[in-house]
């Protein structure tokens, strides 16, 4: 495990009897990808009697649950294979309880205040 190496069994061609039996071979593999996957924090996914989904939050800043599947699981970050798409915002540790249709405010971003009413802007003389 700590050389990095690994052992494996391979089927390929070899016709003209260059590879032994038992031999060692430095191999380089290529995967594809049809794209970059998503990660996600560990700490976003909700599993209950629903499927496993994570908490997202829609354009009109309410929770929104969406059904995912797991690609690799990472320790502490979660590669999907789908559900979810990139510019989606994912509620990092959603509490108990949280409904789909719930009101959040996004931390970080002033609370929306109320306008000032024309009367409250003018003093006394007008």
């Known amino acids: ?15 003209k ?4 039996p ?3 071979a430095n191999v380089k593999l290529t995967l ?5 996957p998503l990660n ?11 499927g496993l989904r ?16 797991i690609s690799r699981d990472l320790g502490r970050t979660i590669e999907l294979a789908s559900g979810l798409a990139p510019d989606d ?11 789909d249709g719930d009101p959040v405010r996004i931390a970080g971003e002033p609370a929306k205040a109320k306008p000032a009413k024309v ?8």
Request: no cysteine.
């Open 40 to 50: 996600i924090p560990a700490s976003a996914l909700i599993f209950n009697q629903n």
């Open 32 to 36: 594809q990808r049809d794209g970059v």
């Open 17 to 20: 009897s260059e590879l032994m």
């Open 89 to 99: 915002r994912v509620v990092v540790t959603p509490p108990d309880g949280i409904a």
């Open 22 to 24: 038992g031999s060692y």
């Open 119 to 126: 009367s409250e802007k003018q003093d006394v003389k007008g």
């Open 54 to 69: 994570v908490a997202t939050v829609g354009p009109d800043d309410r929770i929104l649950f969406k059904q995912v599947a």
């Open 1 to 15: 495990m700590a050389s990095g190496t690994t052992r494996m069994q391979l089927g390929l061609d070899n016709a």
